[in-house]
């Protein structure tokens, strides 16, 4: 069973980086055709998908996002990152490490965001 667990700073000051881990476990994150995402819900909104990283390390990235975000891995560590630049208190949001079958970036973000695995989700505040 794939298990996905988000961990970081709860609390980031606006302006600043934020940086997220996805650890993954019962399943290697460069297994054929996995695309493990990173999603968010800001408070009373829908889900937003920011990104993701395929299982041969290729990354791609919401438009609106792209400038200030960066998704990487470590295979060793069977491990994925966030990082965000500029952070704004509009930021503030519920972030979830997700991963599914995708061999593009129109099924990595179709409409539903029906994953295979989610992690539970880790809140981040932007605020002074």
């Known amino acids: 069973q794939v298990q996905l667990q988000e961990s970081g700073p709860g609390l980031v000051k606006p302006s600043q980086m934020l940086s997220l881990t996805c650890t993954v476990s019962?399943?290697?994150?460069?297994?054929?055709?996995?695309?493990w995402s990173w999603i968010r819900q800001p408070p009373g909104k829908g889900l937003e998908w920011m990104g993701a990283?395929?299982?041969?390390?290729?990354?791609y990235y919401s438009p609106s996002l792209k400038s200030r975000t960066s998704i990487s891995r470590d295979n060793a560590k069977n491990t994925v990152y966030l990082q965000m630049n500029n952070l704004k208190p509009e930021d503030t949001a519920i972030y979830y490490c997700?991963?599914?079958?995708?061999?593009?970036?129109?099924?990595?973000?179709?409409?539903?965001?029906?994953?295979?695995?989610w992690g539970k989700g880790t809140l981040v505040t932007a605020s002074s």
């Open positions: 990283i395929a299982y041969d390390g290729i990354t």
């Open positions: 997700a991963a599914k079958v995708a061999i593009n970036m129109q099924a990595m973000c179709a409409p539903g965001y029906v994953m295979s695995y």
């Open positions: 019962g399943g290697s994150i460069t297994t054929r055709y996995y695309a």
